[in-house]
């Protein structure tokens, strides 16, 4: 089969130094004598990236590594070949007036030279490295532009080198701005790219722009059409020439600060976030209001802020979210790392072996900043400060810079600080190898008063695990620097994450978090307030108070750029008067009448006590049917439902009765949040947001501590109910929203389906996913709407929203087969005891055996509404309907035999208004086969039991 491949770039934008810009590529030949070897004479093809700094030279070869001459190390400024000779022998005094004539007159000869004592070799043959600096005696380096006039690109050189060459005097990042602009602005955009001949440019025109990236910044040209945003790169440097996002696709639409000055944008989607900065406040204002138009109306914008607070009060979402949410109102981004979101510390005891969340002495005062955590250190600070006369500050250094996160993220992008150290690690007893020894700086240090950052929150712990093995040096103490030390509570990054996490989530900090937010994005942030609170910065941190575009000295106009970008940004003020704090105790449920829920306290909910026990499915547990049963018709007059109300806020998904105690059930709904419930209690143990779209489905993974969660985001989580958070997940699991997942604990198999058409098989290992197997996919022409395992996890059944059934044998690589009803969704598969597989569609219930032959039919009545699963045990089939109707099925007499609740068959009105919590749109049935509980399409609890 022939096979088309692409030749891997290895170039990219952070290879320039910090602050560099990128120009312009041509292709070439590099003549040079060979760096470790100069006998060897060397002709290698190519590519040249010309930037404001340095020639970068690309080979073609893949086993040879990328070489940077800076201009820094060239004796002079690169000519031709014939101008190299005379400048030989005429001298330097006369080369400058030979030059200026090549350039003028169009440059002689087919070579651009020049003589370097330098070369910087960057390592792109593994994880990345420190760059290798190779001194020598002065040599000639010759290159032959292959398909580019010569004269074009010693011109553009020469004005590189000599901007460089004036660096001292002049802000040379302007001048590159303008060299950029210039050279471009004749530039279109390829409407070749557009999704559709029918797309019409809703903007003015076209605008260049910049694409803003932690440490890189891309040129390119933003079209905005009414039905897409497009992103074309002036570039080759990018993976695409082209970034589209749909503007149907845009869950986030925020105006930014770039540099302190308003002129950014960030559009954000469920996949991927662009940040774009213009050159002038009215091309972004044009830009941000036309999509403000346009998009949808849940999309979150600087306008949805009062909402996300009134949100947080009710503990509709989570401490993690909102601060989150304040972050991004307030300029800051995870593309910018001068403005990156911050977070606070949360817990300060990293001594104890063990910590309990239950005692406040073991978390921060949230009243009170960083640097004034210290009182002896504070008093140094505050007695600086009486003796400034004007811009006075008391914390020279800020919480947040570009420094502190490229520290933290050494680990997963050492690609950063390599740009920010010029190719070099920093020393190895500066970098972040210790909590608590961070902790301790950040406390004692009179330099260091630096907050955290998101991911110490998150669940990714590859910025505190040294995965990539990289070699970042040995300490003084003659320890080398790999993965960061952790406090001794935390048996491995991930349970400190956890904890972590559990922490700011915690009672205490939800009653106190307010007064951080007060400091940070508040009315504490400026002012008197903020000198009364002991919070003052450098006047240069805060915004509006430098406008660089009126500071007409290069010099200084440089200066404060590198201030902006290198020294901090105080978010944007938010608040202008207190912050009200989080309501107390206010549980997200509402019981019936004479039926109070009642919520235990918050900080029990990541470490309750759960009981543990082997996990079985529900429907493993089958037997001959008892007395007293919800089988038995002669026991129905005993069973009557009850209810709690409004357990999530819509649609209930999921629903499992923990096995160590079965008045316990998990739940997850399409408000995306997993819950435990006392159905004996009537009281809510456990309320986890889990993501932000719906929770679809579920299944016990581990021990019934973990859970496995597909979600509409196209992701699946592993929850674990005792660290109250995410322990792996796999994200964009599937192209579309997860519908259907089933698990087979003997053999650690778990089985998603999607609406992308596809059902794929992941091998789990510890209650995770063991990423050293792909995923085996099946592909399929239709949306999945349910799945089934058999018991010993062979033979596999899904069903889709066409009616299609389709069986495979796990073992086989071909299906048994398939078969199809109709003008039905299949809602649920049973694979039952004696009669092979139960399907259950919305009016139609078939057995087939496991030969494809249908052994049995039943119709549900259409007037008793939709059917929205099932559940069989011996020869008997229960199923629940969107109407709330629930009936025992004989499936060997292919009859119903009695129900439950109301029957619509003496009114036979479709029409007949339903009580919400009615409107079933799930079930389970207990393992003592005496209760079942229905989650509805409104969020509420439906329990069927005996009366008490």
Known sequence: MLSLQTKRKRFNLLHLQEDEIYTKEFSCEVEYDDFANPEVKRTEPGKIHVCSRSLIFEPDKTVLNIYKFMFRDMTGCPVTQIELDAKDSLGDSNINKLLDRSVSKGATGDLIVFKTKKVVEVNVQGVPSPHKVIEMAPRVISIRPLFEKVSTILSLVN?????????????????????????????????????????????????FVRRILPMVNIYGILYVTNANVYFQTLHTVASKPIKRLAITDITELYRRRFEQKQIGIELTSAKKTYFFAFDAEEQREEVYQTLLKKVKAETLTETSLEKLLIRWQNREISNFEYLMHLNFAAYRSFSDLTQYPVFPWIIIDYENPTIDLNDTRIFRDLTKPIGALNPKRLH?????????????????????????????????????????????????????????????????????????????????????????????????????????????????????????????????????????????????????????????FHYLTYEGMVDLDSVTDQIERKGLRVQINEFGQTPKQLFRIPHPSRFAGVSPFNGFPGSPVKTEEESKENYGNIAQSSIQEDNQHRGNVKK?????????????????????????????????????????????????????????????????????????????????????????????????????????AHDDSISALVYSAQKKLLITGSWDCTVKQWKVRDGTIDNQYEPATIYHDSHISALALSDEGNILAFGDVE??????????????????????????????????????????????????????????????????????????????????????????????????????????????????????????????NKAVLFGTKSGHFSYLSEQS
């Open 628 to 732: 007293e049963t919800i089988w038995d018709p002669e026991s129905r007059s005993r069973y009557t439902f009850s209810g709690i109300s409004k357990v999530h806020k819509s649609l209930v998904s999921y629903l499992h009765f923990l096995e160590g105690d079965e008045d316990k059930v998990v739940s997850g709904g399409h408000d995306g949040y997993l819950k435990v419930v006392d159905l004996a209690a009537r009281s809510v143990g456990k309320s986890f947001k889990v993501c932000d779209l719906a929770i679809s489905c579920g299944s016990s993974i581990r021990d019934e501590e973990v859970f496995a969660l597909g979600s509409y985001d196209n992701n699946v989580y592993f929850f674990h109910l005792n660290y109250g958070s995410t322990v792996d997940s796999l994200v964009a």
């Open 380 to 536: 140094e600070y505050q007695e600086r400060f009486k003796e400034m006369s004007q811009h006075k500050f008391l914390y020279g250094t800020h919480y947040s810079t570009p420094g502190y996160v490229i520290g933290y993220l050494v680990r997963n992008h050492p690609e950063y600080m390599l740009k920010l150290q010029s190719g070099r690690f920093d020393k190895p007893d500066r970098l972040f190898w210790g909590i608590r020894k961070d902790w301790n700086n950040c406390i004692n240090n009179p330099a260091i008063v630096k907050e955290l950052i998101p991911q110490f929150y998150m669940e990714d712990d590859s910025f505190l695990v040294n995965y990539l093995k990289l070699d970042l040096g040995i300490r003084q103490n003659g320890k080398r620097v790999d993965d960061v030390k952790l406090p001794k509570w935390a048996k491995n990054a991930k349970e400190y994450l956890a904890i972590n996490r559990a922490a700011l989530e915690s009672e205490y900090v939800s009653a106190h978090l307010h007064y951080w937010i007060d400091l940070i994005f508040g009315y504490k942030q400026r002012g008197p307030q903020a000198i009364e609170s002991d919070n003052v």
């Open 803 to 928: 009616g299609g059934v389709h069986i495979h044998d796990l073992r086989m690589s071909s299906p048994n087969f398939s078969v199809k009803l109709p003008g039905e969704k299949i809602n649920s598969i049973q694979f039952a005891q004696n009669y092979a597989i139960v399907v259950i569609g919305d009016t139609r219930i078939k057995l087939y055996d496991f030969n494809g032959t249908e052994v049995g039919s039943i119709d549900h009545e259409h007037y008793n509404g939709s059917l929205v699963g099932g559940y069989t045990h011996t020869t008997n089939l229960l199923t629940a309907s969107d109407k709330g109707t629930v009936a025992i099925y004989d499936l060997l007499g292919e009859k119903k035999m009695f129900s439950y609740g109301m029957d619509y068959a003496a009114t036979q009105d479709d029409d007949m208004n339903l009580k919400q919590e009615n409107e079933f749109s799930t079930l389970r049935v207990r393992k003592n």
């Open 159 to 207: 004005r590189l080198f000599n901007l460089f060459q004036s660096n001292a005097t002049t802000d040379t990042d302007d001048e590159v701005h303008k060299i950029i602009l210039g050279d471009i602005k004749n530039v279109r955009f390829n409407t070749s790219y557009l999704e559709s001949v029918s797309e019409k440019l809703i903007l003015k025109s076209q605008v």
